[in-house]
């Protein structure tokens, strides 16, 4: 009697097995990519698809995920998750790796130590602690300058494809329900009320400024290193377009995903 197949889902790692031998019978040359990220590329699957659920959906490629909600530039880059980035740069010819890193790094708990205790009327700007600050995304540009590196050595043509997230809006009921985490975030808002800062027009330029940090050290790095691409997704949601404090709804996520898949197009038309 024929044994009956297994009705558990694939592994990411199945997946992307049955990806590359699909891809190896008809060699359709699918570009072979790698993921590694955040909640932007790894949103909780019962509230709504992320970028990397989107992407993978409406192009056509050999792809290994292996990004996590909440995770941080630094977890990425460092132990066991490093080490696992480097096997499989090692053991597969990747033409591209997606990565989303950096807003964790400056969110949440992080984000206290980086704000300065004010009076509501002083200018949104005081509440920046600029030593702080420094040290935190000159942190954040070490671990891309690290991951650039792990790249130059093991698959030097293998193109580095990132974004920059965009302004978020800070709010008390920005948080959001999961099955297994129960009710998270918001991540900015508490900080910045805590702080001192609870006008909402300074809490929005203070959060725009934030993440304009992340973009310009994202750049800065792009404008030095040719197989490091940046898709500037700062600016590209409308207001309603935010599904809590700092994550798109599904709509948003369309829009991200739609702008990285243009460039990953631009690099690999085979991916269309």
């Given at each position: 009697?024929?044994?009956?197949?297994?009705?558990?889902?694939?592994?990411?790692?199945?997946?992307?097995?049955?990806?590359?031998?699909?891809?190896?019978?008809?060699?359709?040359?699918r570009?072979?990519?790698?993921?590694?990220?955040?909640?932007?590329?790894?949103?909780?699957?019962?509230?709504?698809?992320?970028?990397?659920?989107?992407?993978?959906?409406?192009?056509?490629?050999?792809?290994?995920?292996?990004?996590?909600?909440?995770?941080?530039?630094?977890?990425?880059?460092t132990?066991?998750?490093?080490?696992?980035?480097?096997?499989?740069?090692?053991?597969?010819?990747?033409?591209?790796?997606?990565?989303?890193?950096?807003?964790?790094?400056?969110?949440?708990?992080?984000?206290?130590?980086?704000?300065?205790?004010?009076?509501?009327?002083?200018?949104?700007?005081?509440?920046?602690?600029?030593?702080?600050?420094?040290?935190?995304?000159?942190?954040?540009?070490?671990h891309?300058?690290?991951?650039?590196?792990?790249?130059?050595?093991?698959?030097?043509?293998?193109?580095?494809?990132?974004?920059?997230?965009?302004?978020?809006?800070?709010?008390?009921?920005g948080?959001?329900?999961?099955?297994?985490?129960?009710?998270?975030?918001?991540?900015?808002?508490?900080?910045?009320?805590?702080?001192g800062?609870?006008?909402?027009?300074k809490?929005?330029?203070?959060?725009?400024?934030?993440?304009?940090?992340?973009?310009?050290?994202?750049?800065?790095?792009?404008?030095?290193?040719?197989?490091?691409?940046?898709?500037?997704?700062?600016?590209?949601?409308?207001?309603?377009?935010?599904?809590?404090?700092?994550?798109?709804?599904?709509?948003?996520?369309?829009?991200?995903?739609?702008?990285?898949?243009?460039?990953?197009?631009?690099?690999?038309?085979?991916?269309?």
């Open positions: 009697m024929p044994q009956k197949k297994s009705s558990k889902p694939k592994t990411r790692y199945q997946k992307f097995m049955a990806q590359l031998r699909r891809n190896q019978r008809d060699g359709k040359g570009p072979l990519v790698l993921s590694e990220g955040d909640s932007w590329f790894a949103f909780p699957k019962e509230l709504r698809p992320s970028t990397i659920d989107v992407v993978d959906k409406e192009l056509d490629l050999v792809l290994m995920r292996l990004e996590a909600n909440g995770d941080e530039v630094s977890a990425m880059l132990g066991k998750q490093r080490q696992r980035l480097k096997w499989y740069l090692k053991r597969w010819p990747f033409d591209i790796l997606l990565f989303s890193g950096g807003g964790n790094d400056v969110v949440g708990d992080k984000l206290y130590p980086l704000i300065n205790t004010v009076s509501n009327s002083a200018p949104w700007e005081e509440a920046i602690n600029k030593e702080a600050m420094d040290a935190a995304f000159t942190l954040i540009e070490f891309y300058r690290e991951l650039i590196d792990i790249r130059n050595t093991l698959r030097p043509n293998c193109q580095i494809i990132t974004h920059c997230y965009d302004y978020p809006i800070p709010r008390e009921d948080s959001i329900q999961c099955l297994n985490q129960g009710l998270i975030g918001p991540w900015i808002w508490p900080a910045l009320n805590e702080k800062l609870t006008d909402p027009q809490q929005r330029k203070f959060a725009k400024w934030l993440l304009q940090q992340h973009r310009k050290v994202l750049k800065k790095i792009e404008a030095q290193h040719p197989n490091f691409h940046l898709v500037d997704t700062a600016g590209t949601l409308a207001d309603d377009e935010w599904g809590d404090e700092i994550h798109p709804t599904k709509n948003g996520f369309k829009k991200v995903a739609g702008l990285i898949g243009e460039e990953v197009i631009k690099h690999f038309p085979t991916a269309k």
